[in-house]
């Protein structure tokens, strides 16, 4: 598609259940990011994935976050028994390579955990 | 403090009027970045400036970077309603750092009022 595209754009769950973001690159982008941003905040780094490389997640706040890139192309950002401070903006980038010419971001995830 | 810090927090000007905003960060950085973000959803890339730059236009952007000082301004002139939005410097790090990974600060709210 012509930009980064990402599903659900709100997801409202219950405490304790699981989620899965969803996120589309723009074709021919090799590089994928996910950023969380809480209520008045910047952005926190999550996870990072690059072609065939080992994903960097050392942006992953706890065990209950994992993400997956299948076939380089769409990836699905899952969170476990979700919590209230799971709450936040989840927002998914794509960009041609590692360097950062600047990234192409999604319009994002609202998730609200009650 | 954060890498990539903005201020001021809010900036309320009129149409016509100058807006100018300001970044500082702390480690040395490969490049610095500028991004707007609307009503708190997807980001969008404005501006790159490289380290070995001090000055970068962009219609009506200006960019400057003073590495000595680990600061960088964003200057908007003749602003806008529609320029209202957030806007959010982000760096990578230096060598020895994962130079895809950018850190955002908080941002600058700016307002511009008709």
């Known amino acids: 598609g012509a930009g980064v595209s990402q599903s659900p754009s709100n997801k409202v769950t219950e405490k304790g259940k699981d989620v899965e973001l969803r996120c589309d690159p723009i074709s021919g982008h090799t590089a994928l990011y996910w950023y969380r941003q809480s209520l008045g905040q910047g952005l926190e780094f999550l996870i990072y994935f690059q072609g065939n490389s080992a994903p960097d997640k050392s942006g992953l706040p706890s065990d209950r976050f994992s993400a997956e890139r299948t076939g380089g192309s769409v990836s699905t950002l899952t969170i476990q028994r979700t919590q209230q401070e799971d709450s936040a903006v989840y927002l998914c980038?794509?960009?041609?390579?590692?360097?950062?010419?600047?990234?192409?971001f999604g319009s994002g995830t609202r998730l609200t955990v009650v | 403090s954060q890498q990539g810090e903005e201020d001021p927090q809010a900036l309320s000007i009129q149409e016509g009027e100058n807006a100018t905003m300001n970044c500082s960060y702390k480690?040395?950085?490969?490049?610095l970045q500028w991004y707007r973000q609307n009503s708190g959803r997807g980001l969008v890339h404005l501006i790159l400036?490289?380290?070995?730059?001090r000055e970068k236009h962009s219609g009506r952007l200006r960019v400057t970077l003073d590495t000595s000082k680990k600061s960088s301004s964003l200057l908007i002139t003749a602003s806008r309603a529609a320029d209202t939005a957030s806007y959010f410097c982000a760096t990578d790090q230096g060598s020895g750092g994962s130079n895809y990974k950018l850190t955002f600060g908080k941002g600058t709210l700016l307002t511009v009022n008709p």
């Open positions: 980038a794509s960009s041609l390579g590692s360097w950062p010419g600047g990234y192409t």
């Open positions: 480690t040395s950085i490969n490049n």
């Open positions: 400036i490289r380290s070995n730059e």
